[in-house]
């Protein structure tokens, strides 16, 4: 006996006027289908399957190797044609979770509950929700004694019927042997000339069960995206949920409507995010983190008490406690920042490790490099780490000092506590506590005079 989870997913989402299937749309940066999947695992369902159509082979591909199973609908013929579908994955003794791959946010909680209600006496169990516009859905049909008696979708309804403001969300639990019996008891005759499984509802009352039924706690939970419009109203509501997960962890948002999570994002205590920061992927932040406005950190660690500044731009990379990064820093994977590094406006770090203390601050690319710690880099430098065809190392001692607008041309290495003067070239290994430079040599003209413009070109 186990809980299986039949995700139906096979439906083209043609107002959605895009080539992928609706069901790999991205909301807070993955696809819908991510999010059922997740919750299915958070209730620990024992197997997971979605039924596909449309864009099948697109879905397989986003999903291989992930712990879902597939079973294909090739025509889309109704609901309860997409649940026949995965019969075969269906045991009598099983606990059957029917979810819609375009509705994404259902609470785990709001789940079990559902699975909960399900018994011998009530083998099949509704999540409805009442709404003050019904518009679309199926609507709950109750008897006088508020039992429930059949679901009649809004095509099929009588004028009196569609007043009914309790509608079908589309999510049922049922056991496994009395759903199989009522699915193959399904038939096309209705207003879509499509198998509802919602039929299975009169089915079950027709044999003598009552129908249990519960409400979600919010409406996010049960709201199915059909178009971009949608797509996005639930994108704002979902990072308004993470936003106030973040400010219960005791997070400070300068504007809560201002973030977005897409992603996992882990937080010490006193973090400080400004507006419009994104998190990607897979984010921590240490304690005292400040992060200002406009900056995107992807799969990032920042250590405790650094400071990001605005529009900086952060992947891959690890930033140590106490750092100070931009305004308008790019560190891109496999920058190493050791606690206390300074990185200043438009510095690009790629592969690049910078030791304690050290200071890039103005304007310069550091990839594939080695720095130890205490370093000053001056403006305008550059490691030239690439030939045309490979990646070169530059290493950096302890101590160094590096001129204004120098090219350090790897392999090349620069010894603890040498000094490099401004605006050279260095091609070669310069050696430790020494003064290495390379420039041409300054001249001044005597008697040169500039250039004046043309008499003609001056009246133009
Ligand atoms: C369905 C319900 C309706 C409910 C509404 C909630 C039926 C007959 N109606 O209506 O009572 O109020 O959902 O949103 O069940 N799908 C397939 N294969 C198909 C048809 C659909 O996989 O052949 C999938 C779709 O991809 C989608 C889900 O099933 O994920 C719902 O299909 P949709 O056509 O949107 O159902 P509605 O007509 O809105
Ligand atoms: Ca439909």
């Given at each position: 006996?186990?809980?299986?989870?039949?995700?139906?997913?096979?439906?083209?989402?043609?107002?959605?006027?895009?080539?992928?299937?609706?069901?790999?749309?991205?909301?807070?940066?993955?696809?819908?289908?991510?999010?059922?999947?997740?919750?299915?695992?958070?209730?620990?369902?024992?197997?997971?399957?979605?039924?596909?159509?449309?864009?099948?082979?697109?879905?397989?591909?986003?999903?291989?190797?992930?712990?879902?199973?597939?079973?294909?609908?090739?025509?889309?013929?109704?609901?309860?044609?997409?649940?026949?579908?995965?019969?075969?994955?269906?045991?009598?003794?099983?606990?059957?979770?029917?979810?819609?791959?375009?509705?994404?946010?259902?609470?785990?909680?709001?789940?079990?509950?559902?699975?909960?209600?399900?018994?011998?006496?009530?083998?099949?169990?509704?999540l409805t929700m009442t709404l003050s516009d019904p518009d679309g859905y199926g609507r709950?049909?109750?008897?006088?004694?508020?039992?429930?008696?059949?679901?009649?979708?809004?095509?099929?309804?009588?004028?009196?019927?569609?007043?009914?403001?309790?509608?079908?969300?589309?999510?049922?639990?049922?056991?496994?042997?009395?759903?199989?019996?009522?699915?193959?008891?399904?038939?096309?005759?209705?207003?879509?000339?499509?198998?509802?499984?919602?039929?299975?509802?009169?089915?079950?009352?027709?044999?003598?069960?009552?129908?249990?039924?519960?409400?979600?706690?919010?409406?996010?939970?049960?709201?199915?995206?059909?178009?971009?419009?949608?797509?996005?109203?639930?994108?704002?509501?979902?990072?308004?949920?993470?936003?106030?997960?973040?400010?219960?962890?005791?997070?400070?948002?300068?504007?809560?409507?201002?973030?977005?999570?897409?992603?996992?994002?882990?937080?010490?205590?006193?973090?400080?995010?400004?507006?419009?920061?994104?998190?990607?992927?897979?984010?921590?932040?240490?304690?005292?983190?400040?992060?200002?406005?406009?900056?995107?950190?992807?799969?990032?660690?920042?250590?405790?008490?650094?400071?990001?500044?605005?529009?900086?731009?952060?992947?891959?990379?690890?930033?140590?406690?106490?750092?100070?990064?931009?305004?308008?820093?790019?560190?891109?994977?496999?920058?190493?920042?050791?606690?206390?590094?300074?990185?200043?406006?438009?510095?690009?770090?790629?592969?690049?490790?910078?030791?304690e203390g050290s200071k890039v601050n103005h304007l310069s690319y550091i990839g594939d490099?080695?720095?130890?710690?205490?370093?000053?880099?001056?403006?305008?430098?550059?490691?030239?780490?690439?030939?045309?065809?490979?990646?070169?190392?530059?290493?950096?001692?302890?101590?160094?000092?590096?001129?204004?607008?120098?090219?350090?041309?790897?392999?090349?290495?620069?010894?603890?506590?040498?000094?490099?003067?401004?605006?050279?070239?260095?091609?070669?290994?310069?050696?430790?506590?020494?003064?290495?430079?390379?420039?041409?040599?300054?001249?001044?003209?005597?008697?040169?005079?500039?250039?004046?413009?043309?008499?003609?070109?001056?009246?133009?």
């Amino acid at each position: 006996m186990g809980l299986k989870v039949i995700v139906l997913a096979a439906g083209k989402g043609t107002r959605m006027r895009s080539k992928r299937p609706k069901v790999l749309q991205s909301l807070a940066g993955r696809p819908l289908l991510s999010h059922v999947v997740e919750r299915a695992q958070a209730i620990e369902a024992d197997d997971i399957v979605t039924v596909i159509g449309h864009g099948a082979d697109q879905v397989r591909t986003a999903f291989s190797g992930q712990a879902v199973s597939f079973c294909e609908q090739t025509q889309q013929l109704g609901t309860g044609h997409a649940v026949q579908q995965a019969m075969s994955v269906i045991d009598d003794e099983d606990t059957i979770l029917i979810l819609y791959g375009d509705v994404p946010l259902t609470a785990p909680e709001t789940l079990k509950d559902l699975i909960s209600l399900v018994s011998d006496q009530h083998p099949l169990a509704l999540l409805t929700m009442t709404l003050s516009d019904p518009d679309g859905y199926g609507r709950i049909l109750r008897d006088a004694h508020h039992q429930v008696q059949a679901i009649v979708e809004q095509k099929d309804a009588t004028p009196e019927q569609r007043q009914c403001k309790e509608v079908n969300t589309g999510m049922m639990a049922a056991q496994g042997r009395l759903l199989k019996s009522w699915l193959t008891r399904l038939s096309s005759d209705n207003a879509q000339g499509e198998y509802y499984l919602t039929d299975i509802i009169g089915f079950a009352v027709a044999d003598g069960y009552e129908i249990a039924t519960t409400e979600p706690q919010s409406l996010t939970e049960v709201l199915g995206i059909n178009n971009k419009a949608q797509l996005q109203t639930l994108e704002r509501l979902y990072q308004r949920e993470q936003a106030e997960k973040l400010m219960a962890a005791g997070v400070t948002l300068i504007d809560a409507d201002r973030i977005d999570v897409r992603g996992t994002l882990s937080v010490g205590q006193d973090v400080t995010l400004d507006a419009n920061v994104q998190c990607i992927g897979s984010v921590t932040l240490g304690d005292e983190v400040t992060v200002e406005s406009h900056c995107v950190l992807k799969d990032c660690t920042i250590e405790a008490g650094s400071h990001i500044a605005a529009f900086s731009h952060i992947d891959g990379a690890s930033v140590g406690s106490h750092c100070q990064v931009g305004p308008y820093a790019r560190l891109r994977p496999g920058t190493q920042l050791a606690a206390n590094a300074r990185i200043g406006n438009f510095v690009e770090t790629k592969n690049a490790q910078i030791g304690e203390g050290s200071k890039v601050n103005h304007l310069s690319y550091i990839g594939d490099a080695q720095m130890g710690a205490e370093v000053n880099i001056g403006a305008g430098t550059i490691t030239c780490n690439y030939d045309g065809a490979n990646k070169h190392l530059t290493q950096i001692g302890d101590q160094v000092f590096v001129g204004s607008a120098t090219q350090l041309v790897a392999p090349v290495c620069v010894g603890e506590g040498a000094t490099i003067g401004a605006g050279s070239t260095i091609t070669k290994d310069a050696p430790a506590h020494t003064l290495t430079l390379s420039r041409g040599k300054q001249i001044s003209l005597k008697g040169w005079a500039r250039p004046v413009k043309k008499a003609s070109e001056t009246k133009k």
